[in-house]
């Protein structure tokens, strides 16, 4: 069982009286209703600003524009990334957990103040990731179009050597979610990696790993973190997936660093 917290930003028509039906699926398919009505709490509307500097996943400060109206502790969307700061130096947030996301988040880009949130407790995960939608009707009946908020929770990998790469062929393909969907992933001759039973990337064991997309279009490779290599050529040989691979027009990425992570997006680490 697993117990999940979502966290969201309450719109700009966001008001007393707004309310939020909040709706989880396990499956792609059924949704199950949390919260018809959830009511709005204030300050309702959430605050935002913007970066004033880069921000890089992991680091304990984020600086913002102006930070004025953030509490001394919370949350905040940052792009796909929520982080959770325990205080605040003017505009800058210190004590800064990163919760999601990977990568650098650029200057300028919108933070927003997540301070809505519902508990979902004793879930049964049996497609490795739990798709939550927020719908924000405000005080004058009017709905909104749904927010949605994944939840991932791959396999653990099998080594500390190995992270896993998780395809999301709607957000990486930019088509409908589909299931059966072919992803393979090559590794260039790394010929000091031996092939320990089939889920990690080994050219010399075999041209390519094919993975197909559950019912949330997803698909997941067990691939070498970059901490774990020492390749003969003198450099880390490239990743290359391929999505839709059986289809009429794949989609070709290729990933130059896998980082030290359990798991990561491909949509976070693709180079190219």
């Known amino acids: 069982m697993t117990d999940i917290t979502i966290r969201w930003a309450g719109p ?3 008001v007393s009286g707004s309310t939020y039906k909040i709706e989880r699926t396990l499956d792609n398919s059924a949704w199950t209703t949390l919260a018809a009505s ?18 890089v996943y992991g680091a304990s400060s984020v600086v913002l524009t102006d930070g004025s109206a953030f509490a001394t502790s919370g949350y ?9 700061w325990t205080g605040k130096s003017t505009n800058t947030l210190t004590g800064v957990t990163w919760h999601s996301g990977y990568g650098t988040y650029a200057s300028g880009t919108t933070v927003y103040e997540a301070h809505e949130s519902l508990a979902d407790t ?28 994944w939840y991932y929770s791959p396999a653990v990998p099998a080594s500390s050597a190995h992270c896993v790469v ?8 930019g088509m409908e979610s589909r299931n ?21 990337l080994d050219a010399a064991a075999s041209a390519a790993k094919t993975s197909t997309t559950n019912a949330f279009g997803l698909a997941f490779h ?12 003198g450099s880390d ?6 999505l839709d691979s059986a289809g009429s027009a794949p989609l070709t990425v290729t990933v130059a660093t896998i980082p030290d992570r359990d798991w990561v997006l491909l949509s976070q680490i693709a180079s190219s």
């Open 222 to 233: 067990h691939c070498w973190k970059n901490s774990a290599r020492s390749p003969l050529s």
């Open 237 to 242: 040989a490239v990743y290359t997936f391929v």
């Open 38 to 55: 959830q009511a709005a709490t204030a300050p309702y509307a959430s605050d935002s600003t913007t970066l004033a500097s880069n921000a």
């Open 76 to 84: 905040a969307w940052l792009d796909d990334a929520l982080v959770q």
């Open 12 to 14: 700009s028509d966001a």
């Open 166 to 173: 998780i395809s999301n062929i709607a957000t990486d393909l």
């Open 180 to 200: 059966g969907i072919g992803v393979q992933a090559y590794l260039a001759a790394d010929t000091e990696f031996s092939d320990a039973g089939g889920q990690h």
């Open 122 to 149: 004793g879930i049964t995960i049996t497609n490795n990731a739990v798709l939550y939608r927020i719908s924000h009707t405000n005080a004058a009946g009017a709905v909104s179009a749904p927010v949605y908020i």
